[in-house]
Structures are given as C-alpha cells and as structure tokens.
C-alpha cells in the first residue's frame, strides 16, 4: 500500500472514531433530554447542547429527532437483550431463569436511569404494545412478554406455578415493574438495587408459585424466612 492511501486509510479511521464519539455523546445527551421533556416537548437544539456538538454536527452523525429517539432504544434495547444468554444456563429450571432475569432487568433500568425516565416520560403501559412509538420498543416489548410467557408456561408444566393464562401472568409481571420504577423515580431512586428487587421478586413468587413451592422458591431467590 502506497503512503498516501495509508494516510488516506489512517484519516478514514480517525474520522470513523471521531463519528462514533458524537454519536455516544448525542445518544447520552437524547436520553436526559427525552427524559426531562418527553419526545414530543424535545427540540434537537438542546439535545446538541447538552452534547456539546453544534446543529451542523449533529445532523452529520444522525439526521432527525426521530433518528435519534429509535437509535437511543436500538443502543439501550439490544443491550439489555445481550445480557440474557448470560444469565441463562442449560439446567436451569424456569424458576431459577425467572428470579435470575427479574434481577438482571430490574439492575438495568436502575442503572440507566434517564433511559428508563425516557420511559416513563410517555405514560404509556408497558405490556401493550400497539402503544408503543418506535420499532425498536415493539421489537424488545415483543420479545421480552414472550420469554416471560415462555417461562410461566414452562412453569406450570413443571408444577411450580398457579395454572393461570402464560400471556397474562407476563405482561402483569411487565406492568408491576414499570409501577414498581415509577415509585422508585417519585421516592429520588433512594432505594438500594438488591432490596428493590428482593421486593419485586416477593411479590412475583407470592402471587405466582404454587403453596407448596412458595418457601423453596423464596430461598432459590435469596429470601429465605419470606413465606
């Protein structure tokens, strides 16, 4: 290769870099903004404010509000999708999957907290979603009932829980933790991770597992002296 295409390659990679480091700040800045104001009240104006970029930079990396509102639920969506092979094993009961991913689930949105503000900015119910704004929330809305009634159905072969409709045991299960967030936002997100979700998971068995499962049940998810 000639030294001046390796010149040529070299400017092409540092300007790919340069790119994607506006892009991570733009996608930062959208969430608070999104967060603080709703999509519709949002002016890209501020987003590029609170990035640090100018207008002209902004419109170079991502070309509308509505560009940018997909590409912060692609960003955050598929990440949270990326963690569940890892906390799913090959002999895991459909138990131990449930507490496991209820865990993983509950740490993200208390992690991304202006993501799951974003959220909640919409007043829009979680387990519907025909309500939902962008592909990208259907898309992991769709999967993540799925798997949650994917889990409940298995259950119930298993004998672990009530013989309840798969479909609706999910999507109460979304519902109770999109009420559970809100109040943890309302109360200043004062609330310790694991003792929110301790208290997630309380509920979840208590309403779900069968009578005699309950105890066993409460100890595989930490809670032992619960029942």
């Not at 300007?15 to 709703?38: M, N, P, T």
């Not at 890209?44 to 940018?68: C, D, F, M, N, P």
């Not at 993501?115 to 993540?144: C, D, N, Y």
Request: charged share 30%.
């Amino acid at each position: 290769m000639s030294t001046t295409a390796s010149f040529a390659k070299a400017q092409e990679s540092l300007r790919d870099k340069k790119r994607e480091l506006y892009r991570e700040a733009i996608l930062d800045a959208a969430e608070r903004v999104f967060g603080d104001e709703g999509y519709e009240a949002t002016k890209v104006q501020r987003i590029a404010a609170e990035a640090g970029v100018s207008l002209t930079t902004l419109y170079s990396v991502l070309h509308s509000k509505w560009e940018i509102y997909r590409a912060v639920h692609r960003r955050r969506l598929s990440e949270v999708m990326s963690l569940v092979p890892g906390i799913v094993h090959k002999d895991m009961s459909s138990l131990q999957i449930l507490i496991a991913g209820t865990r993983m689930q509950l740490a993200f949105f208390m992690k991304y907290r202006d993501f799951t503000k974003m959220q909640l900015k919409e007043v829009t119910a979680w387990s519907t979603i025909g309500l939902l704004r962008s592909p990208e929330q259907i898309e992991a809305l769709s999967a993540g009932l799925q798997l949650f009634a994917d889990l409940f159905r298995r259950g119930i072969k298993e004998g672990y829980f009530i013989d309840d409709d798969p479909e609706l045991m999910a999507r109460t299960v979304i519902a109770a933790q999109q009420v559970r967030l809100a109040m943890w936002m309302d109360r200043g997100c004062k609330e310790d991770p694991d003792e929110f979700a301790d208290a997630a998971l309380r509920h979840l068995l208590r309403s779900y597992c069968k009578t005699e499962y309950l105890a066993s049940a409460l100890a595989a998810a930490g809670l032992e002296g619960d029942s």
